[in-house]
């Protein structure tokens, strides 16, 4: 059976609204790479050379990234003549097939974040301004509040103007409580304060904001790993993830970000938001293949829970849904 039949029974045997949301959140990524590709593939009668050189431009054009594209055009030639294909619409379903194998090659390609049963869970959230941060921060409570657990926020995002309110919005909307100082407070101060009052309160999940000023580079990774220490003298072990937020529309900027934060502190996960927002969602293959940083979390719309967990073969699906569901890519 064909990887894209192995999908379609997969995900039409499910009541499948987040599939539905991955093939919403991905058009725009899909009318530029499946459209191209099979365009590529109308054109040619047989895999040869040249075949591999524009699908490789294809690729690239997706923001899957250069290193990444160059590993996955060898492996796609291996697996061809393996195969011993020569009909071009027979690699549309190994491409498909590859790239779940580049996502799951890593270290720990789990999207489960470290959850502690019956204990308080830290949640660090770390990224530059403009990303999505403090919207993620909402949402994610929502889910956690959704699932019967006690949620507090940390507003440690002490010096960008109107952050803290900004949380607070969302503390209210959702219906949590925001443990905050006066703007310009020291965030690791902060941070002591929050842990303290989600200790005492029995709070399963405390979820902190952090700055995000990466013009001031140095300073900003000290206070991260000042925010860090505080937590984890506080709750040792904590914080259980860090996650780095970035936004997917600006494409090979966001892996450059993601580099910085990962020299700087120990990064967990990557929350990639706005992925609707872009065509160049290749970028989550190009943040896993080269950093092996699992993409816990999704952006793929504005509504409360079009934040979702990262499934790479949903993810796949998403790209390939038009081929999927007309049956006109089978091996």
Known sequence: MSFFKKLKEKFTTQTETV???????????????????????????????????????ILIQADVGFDT???????????????????????????SEKLVEIYEGGSDASSELNIQENNLTVILFVGVNGVGKTTTIGKLAHSFKSEGKKVLLAAGDTFRAGA???????GERVGVEVIKQAAGSDPAAVMYDAVKAASSRKADVLLCDTAGRLQNKVNLMK???????????????????????????TGQNALIQAKTFKEATDVSGIVLTKLDGTAKGGIVLAIRKELDIPVKFVGLGEKMDDLQPFDAEKY?????ADDIEKGEAEE
């Open 223 to 249: 206070e991260l790993e000042k925010v860090k220490r505080v937590i984890e003298r506080e709750i040792p072990g904590a914080p259980h993830e860090v996650l780095l937020v970035l936004d997917a529309t």
């Open 19 to 57: 599939t539905e949301k991955f093939k919403d959140g991905l058009t725009k990524t899909r009318g530029n790479f499946s459209g191209k590709l099979n365009d590529l593939v109308a054109r040619y009668r047989k895999v040869d050379e040249d075949f591999f050189e524009e699908l490789e431009e």
């Open 69 to 95: 594209v160059m590993d996955l055009i060898e492996e796609l030639k291996m697996e061809v003549k393996r195969r011993n294909i020569t009909d071009p619409n027979e690699v549309h379903g190994v491409i």
């Open 316 to 320: 796949v699906y998403g790209l390939f």
């Open 164 to 170: 803290i309110e900004q949380l607070e919005v969302w």
